[in-house]
């Protein structure tokens, strides 16, 4: 089954403790993508990758890392949280020739104290 | 910068109303536009896509249409069920690699 997973779905984390959200994606996707969800706020891009090693930041890129060494693989990082990051986490994936046409994992809850 | 907008934010309905969704967006020069629908503990599902050359795009009991020169685009949901109780979001593609979504609009049928 052509999925997008994410992990874990939900975290509860303290001020300033590192911590990593996993992406995988099983389509062979050149296209992988973070969004953060916020009420009031839709959904704002963090961080694409077009392909492995290449990279580029969204629309609020601050606080956040990612990398990209393997095709299936989109980690999120947070090397320091912050209670402002406490949101709702997408990854989500799509064919390079169609980005129009992007699969969505099913989210991750972070709450930062 | 391209803002997407979405009114109301919440909508509650009895079965079997239509629904009327709506979305606007400030910059018309977009690739296309999708509609998107969000259930709890869930990913998102796209519905259908319009692109700009298009007017409308139609899926079963979903309609939706697109005015890019006025900014505008609507979803209609006929004969609604409780099972079309989600939140809809509405997302614009500039013809990047970014779509710019609104904050949705929460939609509860009521048996």
């Known amino acids: 089954e052509a999925q997008v997973t994410q992990n874990p779905r939900y975290l509860i984390t303290v001020t300033g403790k590192k911590l990593t959200v996993t992406c995988s994606q099983n389509?062979?996707?050149?296209?992988m993508s973070w969004y953060r969800q916020d009420p009031g706020l839709g959904l704002r891009q963090i961080y694409y990758?077009?392909?492995?090693?290449?990279?580029d930041k969204g629309d609020v890129p601050e606080g956040y890392k990612v990398s990209r060494k393997e095709k299936r693989n989109f980690p999120l990082i947070l090397e320091s949280p912050s209670p402002n990051q406490t949101s709702l986490y997408f990854c989500?994936?799509?064919?390079?020739?169609?980005?129009?046409?992007?699969?969505f994992g099913p989210g991750t809850r972070l709450t930062v104290l | 910068k391209q803002e997407v907008t979405q009114i109301p934010a919440a909508l509650s309905v009895p079965e079997g109303e239509n629904l009327v969704l709506n979305c606007s967006f400030t910059?018309?020069?977009?690739?296309?536009l999708q509609w998107f629908r969000q259930d709890p503990g869930k990913g998102l599902t796209s519905l259908l896509l319009?692109?700009?050359?298009?007017r409308e795009q139609t899926s079963g009991r979903l309609n939706a249409s697109l005015d890019k020169s006025s900014g505008r685009s609507t979803l209609y949901i006929a004969a609604s069920q409780p099972g079309d109780s989600a939140t809809y979001l509405c997302?614009?593609?500039?013809?990047?690699?970014?779509?710019?979504f609104g904050a949705g609009t929460t939609v509860t049928v009521r048996a």
């Open positions: 989500a994936s799509s064919d390079k020739n169609q980005l129009d046409t992007q699969y």
């Open positions: 389509m062979n996707h050149e296209y």
């Open positions: 990758s077009m392909n492995v090693e290449v990279t």
């Open positions: 910059d018309s020069a977009i690739y296309n």
């Open positions: 319009i692109q700009s050359s298009q």
């Open positions: 997302a614009v593609n500039p013809n990047d690699y970014k779509l710019s």
